[in-house]
């Protein structure tokens, strides 16, 4: 089995053995007697091979597999072929519909188209209408000529578009992430004008691997990815040469020659810093290359490579003072930039603020508005104020007679309380008086009168607790006539008071 299908069938869930004989016969039949059978085998083969090309999987003829491109022929027919079921006999269909619904465009078709890819005509062609006659009367699709596998390059738009990234969990999970709107996220973090310049390039070192370490992105892939974010995203703008990324702000964006210009500098910084580190790497190596060889007494040896290391030396000095002159220039550019923008901003700012002033008619304007603010302030005081007047002079109400008259019903409240707790006492102290004590429920109470003797003769001994109960009883009576007595006087208090609140 080719790598090819390995790939396909250790991460399309879809290529499940039981759906194997029906993905490889020849399932055009069913574009009629089954649409939801045909429209499901299509699917799942363009997946795949979308799938297969963003890994590298497919066959190709070039030193490098295309990542955005499917090349078809014999050879990735045999890439298919099973020994138990031979070759897929609908593969010419699969590809002819990937081409009919756009997610497969010729390459060079591609390049060449001046207009968007997601422009859609919808103006009706003689053509067009032939050709679906064609269809209906059976004339025209199945197993005739048009289904028959077209030969060449074709730009995978899902792959521009969307990257499937396979992810082994639980043997199965993949997901899908739009390969543009990476460099774009990463383009995001530019700030300045001179960072979201690029010569061609730096921008094949800086995005070759941003679908991942493990693939590259070829030459013919990076130029479908920069043709599509310049004119199917309108992200970017590309003149071939220089690439200059769109602002956040920016409705369009365009190259002069001051980006080109500043493409070139960083390009031309961007090599001289390679070359440094070569030349460095070379110094370190050569210094060690004539250690070595003095040490084994090599003496002719170690003179070479002392002297390929002078040159070196000499040839790292000169780099070094040329990268230091170009990286001065741009940290000016840079400076210049930053300048440009600010003061942009300002004049923006100042022609706000005129604009503003104008609207607010000036400092004159502001004070009659605000003096009228505050007269009519005053009128709606006013009319509160004399709203919440009373009608007539007899509606107003005392507040020192509402409080006088609210301190004689709580006087008068009290003097009552207190009459009825006297009361209260000298009723206990009449039943004291005359001997009498509490019965107890279930007591046997000895008859008043004289005491008789026993039928023995005997005198009824006296009983203690009758002698503490009226021992008690007397010491309450003490306090009940304090009490009292006090409440006496609180009355009188109170009677002169009010006598006295109600002669003034």
């Known amino acids: 089995m080719s790598e090819l299908l390995n790939f396909i069938f250790a991460h399309e869930a879809k290529f499940r053995r039981e759906r194997l004989p029906s993905l490889y016969s020849d399932f055009r039949v069913q574009r009629t007697i089954n649409p939801d059978g045909y429209e499901a085998n299509i699917s799942t083969w363009l997946e795949a091979l979308a799938g297969a090309a963003s890994a590298g999987k497919l066959p190709t003829h070039s030193a490098q597999n295309d990542l955005l491109l499917l090349e078809t022929g014999q050879e990735l027919v045999r890439a298919l072929e099973t020994k138990e079921y031979g070759r897929p006999l609908a593969l010419g269909a699969v590809i002819n519909e990937g081409i009919q619904r756009k997610e497969?465009?010729?390459?060079?078709?591609?390049?060449?188209?001046?207009?968007?890819?997601?422009?859609?005509?919808?103006?009706?062609?003689?053509?067009?209408?032939?050709?679906?006659?064609?269809?209906?009367?059976?004339?025209?699709?199945?197993?005739?000529?048009?289904?028959?596998?077209?030969?060449?390059?074709?730009?995978?738009?899902?792959?521009?578009?969307?990257r499937k990234i396979w992810i082994v969990n639980e043997m199965d999970a993949n997901w899908k992430q739009e390969a543009a709107t990476k460099v774009l996220s990463k383009a995001s973090t530019y700030s300045s004008r001179t960072d979201r310049v690029l010569s061609k390039d730096l921008f094949i070192k800086q995005y070759s691997k941003v679908l991942g370490e493990e693939h590259t992105l070829s030459e013919s892939d990076i130029n479908v990815l920069l043709l599509f974010l310049a004119r199917d995203k309108g992200s970017i703008a590309y003149d071939g040469r220089t690439i200059k990324f769109k602002r956040l702000d920016e409705s369009t964006v365009g190259i002069d020659e001051q980006d080109t210009t500043i493409a070139s500098l960083k390009s031309l910084i961007a090599n001289l810093t390679t070359q440094v580190d070569s030349l460095t790497n070379r110094v370190q190596k050569l210094s060690i290359t004539a250690k070595e060889l003095v040490a084994k007494g090599n003496r002719t040896s170690a003179l070479a490579a002392l002297r390929s290391k002078k040159l070196a030396d000499s040839n790292l000095k000169t780099r070094l003072d040329t990268l230091a002159q170009l990286e001065e220039v741009y940290t000016k550019i840079e400076e210049a930039t930053g300048q440009v923008e600010v003061v942009q901003i300002m004049e923006a700012s100042a022609r706000v603020l005129k604009g503003l002033h104008a609207e607010i008619g000036g400092a004159d304007r502001v004070e009659d508005i605000i003096e009228s603010l505050r007269e009519e302030i005053g009128n709606v005081n006013e009319i509160g104020q004399i709203i919440s007047e009373p009608l007539t002079s007899e509606a107003a109400i005392d507040e020192d007679e509402l409080d006088d008259e609210l301190a004689a019903m709580e006087g008068a409240a009290k003097e009552e309380k207190e009459k009825q707790e006297a009361m209260e006492?000298?009723?206990?102290?009449?039943?004291?008086?005359?001997?009498?004590?509490?019965?107890?429920?279930?007591?046997?109470?000895?008859?008043?009168?004289?005491?008789?003797?026993?039928?023995?003769?005997?005198?009824?001994?006296?009983?203690?607790?009758?002698?503490?109960?009226?021992?008690?009883?007397?010491?309450?009576?003490?306090?009940?006539?304090?009490?009292?007595?006090?409440?006496?006087?609180?009355?009188?208090?109170?009677?002169?008071?009010?006598?006295?609140?109600?002669?003034?």
């Open 104 to 162: 497969m465009i010729p390459f060079q078709e591609f390049l060449t188209t001046p207009t968007s890819i997601y422009n859609r005509s919808w103006v009706i062609t003689p053509w067009q209408i032939l050709k679906w006659g064609l269809k209906q009367l059976g004339l025209a699709g199945g197993s005739y000529g048009e289904d028959r596998l077209s030969i060449g390059q074709f730009v995978l738009i899902r792959n521009v578009e969307v």
């Open 425 to 504: 006492t000298e009723r206990r102290l009449g039943e004291i008086g005359k001997g009498s004590r509490p019965i107890v429920e279930g007591q046997n109470v000895p008859p008043k009168g004289p005491a008789t003797a026993s039928p023995q003769g005997n005198k009824k001994p006296v009983n203690q607790d009758d002698v503490n109960e009226t021992t008690a009883g007397v010491a309450q009576i003490s306090m009940d006539i304090d009490r009292v007595q006090e409440q006496d006087s609180n009355i009188q208090a109170n009677k002169k008071k009010q006598d006295i609140a109600q002669t003034a």
